[in-house]
């Protein structure tokens, strides 16, 4: 038996997976070859001051790779590593019936475009396929346990520290915000919002006949103040928030006005809904407002901003409230049974082997030079946008109104929004949200730039679309 003994800071990856990755790298650098025997899980428990079911769950995660082969009464060996017999290619082209398919009205992350980090995310998918089976089948409502370790990991990252039981593998932030409005509140009844808030938020109200009341804004977010007079007035049975890199205003609400929001919410005992869709973007962002009031709030992590909207997968962290919990637990198995098997094993996988953490260095850094491209040819103060944002707030000048400035914007190519969609109470701001991001690359968003920054150096009517 060879004596191996890898170096877990290596690896940046859970224990576990730590111990697959070292096996396969010595593997491939020849420190270990085909057929050497591997230490017992007991006796590598011991040299690495692991637990032993640590040890047996890195092997077992080898075995899945093929990289190893375990016989009873014999014990474990490293096997020789065989591509996979999948045909993927990194110069692969898509199916261009799939690439057509495009919403532009919907706000999206840059695609990924660096040959090395696309590889890495299809070497992921591919690794998947020895699992393939067992990904079709039906399984446990709100994640198998792996999936819950990984997302209680990436959770942790906005010092969110809820226990595995209280954490939900949801398919998408829509199903889980529609599951916990139905359980907190009833026909009638009133849930508060930011006054520019996100669509998705008022469709879903609309569904379930709640009534949305706005709360008025300034440059921090909803005014405490507001929030208090609400909560005497409406009774509200949530407050729902969207605290960095709000859709579609861009703003962060800073430390000491969640702290404020907090104290109201405690002080009227009202559930905050916390979605925190674009909250793993900024490297140091202010708390999130479960890590500040745990037992208020239902938070809702989102991976369509951060790693991939075709994913349709979002962690959801519930209060400490058993009544409750049952209650969206129901909600979310009746409309939804599981979340899809396959691709939350790939968010797993990813989230384990840092290929998520790669993904948000990629988008941290395509969207600051986006936004410098903006910044460029719009003059400042003109716009709302924050450095990582993925699309900016753009009042309209000289005359402009929302509607014709949509319709005057649709053969660019940018995804521009108008402020209707956005606005829960009064009437809607001469505004638009306009996206930056999606397949587009940033020659093209240039052009379109500059194209909708000549528009609106001249009045509408010398725009010459309505002719």
Known sequence: MKTWHPDLGR???????????????DLKSGQLSAGDKL???????RRLAIDVTTVARGYVEAQKRGLVQSHVGRGTFVARIESPQVNISIAADPDSRRAAVLDLSMNMPPEPDDPALVARMRDGLAALSSDLLPLLRYQGFGGAAMDKEAAATWLARRDVNAPTERIFVTPGAHPALLAILATLAKPGETVLSENITYPGLRSISAQLRLRLCGLPMDADGIQPDAFAEACEREQPKALYLNPTLQNPLTL?????????????????RV??????????????????????????????????????????????????????????????????????PLTTALATRWIGDGTADAILAFLRAEAAARQGIVARLLPAGSYGADAISFNIWLPLPHGWTRSIFSTHMRSCGLGVVASDAFTVDGVPPEAVRVCLGGPMARGQLQSALEFMAHALERPPEMAGSFF
């Open 271 to 340: 559930p905050i809904i916390e979605d925190d869709a674009y909250g793993f973007l900024p490297a140091q962002g202010p708390a999130a407002l479960a890590s500040l009031a745990p037992e208020l709030t239902w938070y809702i992590g989102g991976l369509s901003k951060c790693i991939g909207a075709g994913l349709r997968l979002a962690y959801v962290a519930a209060p400490d409230d058993s009544r409750a919990l049952w209650s969206f637990a129901g909600a979310m198995r009746s409309g939804n049974v599981m979340a899809s």
């Open 252 to 268: 962060t609400m800073p430390e000491a006005r969640r702290q404020a929001i907090v104290e109201i919410a405690r002080r009227y």
């Open 11 to 25: 690896s940046s990856s859970p224990l576990y997976m730590a111990i697959a990755d070292l096996i396969e790298l």
């Open 39 to 45: 230490p017992t899980h007991r006796d590598l428990a």
